[in-house]
């Protein structure tokens, strides 16, 4: 099928007519055991073959769709919070959802999994996904729906396009998929697809190209976002390694380095999946200690040595324009900027210090006890920032941690922006803690 008008720079609806009736006869003939219709130079491209092979095996029905079971709510919202690709979301929609909404296709963006995480574009074509059950939630990958573009690019690691037949269930046929896996840029780890999809007769051959460099503008996006991330945990940490005598190393959550004393840089160290202030034995260094920072940790390594946690935090929400949280530790005072709803958790946490549920928490934010899931995300990633500092069971400030609280001269000027029921009801007066 190297012939075919896939690799065509324009297609004309004679084209894709007779495009979709030869690879449905050389699925047929596939399916059944049988050669190519029209000889060996019209056997399907390896990439489908192959994945037609995996869809066998896997036991997917090749004439009909199976009904799957939807991530819930919850873990879907889990799992965007979770993910990487919701900090591109905003490079994805620029180079694809205008483009696929003029040309009737659907964007979708997958995790690792194959589960659809974020899914925009054309009504009526979301519509006609929703039959299909390509909704957000589903499992998109080979062992499931068999032969697609986000499943295939899964497994090949690399942009590929299905179109029409080359889908493997008979019930995709009247489509055509373009999707690009999208990877770390840090270590190569794979992080899902992005994807544009449609009817066939949608489809246009710069599709694939289209999507494929999008997907490599997202990854840069992301390379950018770290370097960035790594310079002000550099700013915070470089005070501090200069005060530290041995050898030292400042690390983000995922133990890239921004900063090191006394010793050769590595380029990043094996840290725990969840890393806690204390000993710890690291690979290459043995025994070390590890310290928060703002954005990362602070590894000494050698044998450790008691190390006292943090003693004193001044949360300061006095400002119009923002609010700070400032930590004195064992090793010195450092600072970091608050985003306006980590200072609303702070804030409550403060003024709650026997400490807060996830549920109380949603209702103190959000007016619903429901969005636990929600506030677990955001208190995930503030304790990236503040390891040391937070407890939880409940969510508090840890045990023998000094909080000093830092007002508005005016309780109407409390964190203006918000609009969380609990910093509300500070504004009105009602439980308001006296700021030292």
Known sequence: ???????????????????????????????????????????????????????????VDPDRDSRQRLLSVAELEHRRQHSQLATVLPVLNE???????????????????????????????????????????????????????????????????????????????????????????????????????GPAHTFHPTTLPLVSAVARLAEAE?????????????????????????????????????????????????????????????????????????GGWLVRVGRPEPVPGPSRVLLDVSARDGASITVTGPVGDWSHELTPRHAELLFVLAAHPEGRTAAELARDLFGDGGRTVTVRAELSRLRRHLGGVLAHRPYRFADGVQVELRLPARPMLLLPHSSAPAVAAARRGEGVIQGE
């Open 95 to 197: 180079g694809l959802l205008a483009t696929s909404d003029a040309a009737q296709q659907i964007m979708v963006v997958t995790d690792a999994d194959g589960r659809v995480l974020w899914r925009e574009g054309c009504a009526p074509v979301r519509r006609m996904a929703d039959r299909l059950g390509f909704d957000k939630g589903a499992d998109w990958t080979e062992g499931v729906v068999g032969t697609n573009a986000i499943g295939t690019a899964l497994v090949a690691r690399r942009p590929v396009l299905v179109h029409s037949a080359e889908h493997f269930v008979r019930s995709h046929h009247q489509w055509t998929c373009a999707a690009a896996p999208l990877h770390d840029p840090r270590d190569g780890r794979l992080l899902g697809t992005v994807d544009i999809s």
């Open 222 to 294: 992301l390379r950018t976002r770290h370097q960035l991330s790594l310079e002000r945990l550099r700013s915070s940490a470089a005070p501090i390694l200069a005060r530290i005598g041995g050898r030292a190393l400042a690390v983000d959550p995922h133990g890239w380095i921004a900063g090191v004393t006394g010793m050769t840089p590595p380029d990043r160290v094996a840290l725990p999946r969840a890393p806690a202030a204390g000993p710890l034995w690291l690979p290459r260094y043995g025994m070390c200690t590890l310290e928060p920072l703002p």
């Open 1 to 59: 099928m190297s012939e075919t008008p896939i690799n065509r720079a324009v297609w004309s609806a004679h084209d894709v007519r007779e495009t979709a009736r030869r690879i449905a006869s050389v699925r047929e003939a596939a399916l059944a055991g049988e050669p190519p219709p029209d000889g060996p130079s019209d056997a399907p491209r390896p990439l489908i073959g192959e994945s037609w092979l995996r869809a066998l095996g896997s036991g």
